[in-house]
């Protein structure tokens, strides 16, 4: 296991932009997998975006493809999500998580799983 932490999280106007970061405290998610996922009100987990431990495969959702992209910033040890063009829709509570192997897909592939951190969107 490992100690993941999501912030970045808050309040935007459709169309607005959002990036959330996972780190480790004291540490650094270097060679880690590393996927978000979503649940918002009433709703089950949602598979985000995710990426290999060597960042350079990515995967998306298709509900988000094309609007967010998740990357790896070096000077901060952390893995972002970026949001662009968010939609009312976006609003949930997201997750980060470590991916122990097999699909990027399956929420079963993940461990670790952050406190979440709330992002909110209105029209």
């Known amino acids: 296991q490992v100690h993941l932490v999501e912030s970045g999280g808050g309040s935007v106007q459709a169309g607005g932009s959002l990036r959330l970061s996972c780190t480790v405290p004291?540490?650094?998610?270097?060679?880690?997998?590393i996927g978000w996922w979503r649940r918002g009100l009433g709703s089950g987990r949602e598979f985000v975006a995710s990426?290999?431990?060597?960042?350079?495969?990515?995967f998306y959702g298709d509900s988000v493809k094309d609007r967010f992209t998740i990357g790896r910033d070096n000077t901060t040890n952390a893995v972002y999500l970026q949001m662009d063009n968010l939609k009312p829709e976006d609003t949930a509570v997201y997750y980060c998580?470590?991916?122990?192997?097999?699909?990027?897909?399956?929420?079963?592939?993940?461990?670790?799983w952050g406190q979440g951190t709330q992002v909110t969107v209105s029209s």
């Open positions: 004291g540490g650094t998610t270097e060679n880690l997998s």
């Open positions: 998580a470590r991916r122990t192997g097999g699909s990027y897909y399956f929420e079963y592939e993940y461990d670790s």
């Open positions: 990426m290999s431990w060597s960042g350079r495969m990515t």
